[in-house]
Nanobody
Framework: QVQLVESGGGLVQPGGSLRLSCVASGRIFAIRDMGWYRQAPGKERELVASITSGGNTNYADSVKGRFTISRDNANMVYLQMNSLKPEDTAVYYC??????????????WGQGTQVTVSS
């Protein structure tokens, strides 16, 4: 019904940068919130950054000052990652919370994209 596709992951050296992109498609009424989560091996999936339809953003403490989330007025969300550290290594997932008017439709996830930070 709703599909999210991420791109932009890869291997980068510490201190490097990557830009992740996510596009949502399908039966979409209105995307309320979009966000990026990540999951490292043996760890819980955690919120990295989120952005509302009004452009308000929120970041995990571990990425503040290094990562920037943004979105267009359609169905795209981005994560600019700078000054990457080995501890940023994880699979990064795009998420979208979709509403139909005031009614909750669902929360949807992409397949994930691998980010590896290593020298």
């Amino acid at each position: 019904q709703v599909q999210l596709v991420e791109s932009g992951g890869g291997l980068v050296q510490p201190g490097g940068s990557l830009r992740l992109s996510c596009v949502a498609s399908g039966r979409i009424f209105a995307i309320r919130d979009m966000g990026w989560y990540r999951q490292a091996p043996g760890k819980e999936r955690e919120l990295v950054a989120s952005i509302t339809s009004g452009g308000n953003t929120n970041y995990a403490d571990s990425v503040k000052g290094r990562f920037t989330i943004s979105r267009d007025n359609a169905n795209m969300v981005y994560l600019q990652m700078n000054s990457l550290k080995p501890e940023d290594t994880a699979v990064y997932y795009c998420n979208a919370v979709i509403y139909r008017g005031s009614s909750y439709q669902g929360s949807y996830w992409g397949q994930g994209t691998q980010v590896t930070v290593s020298s």
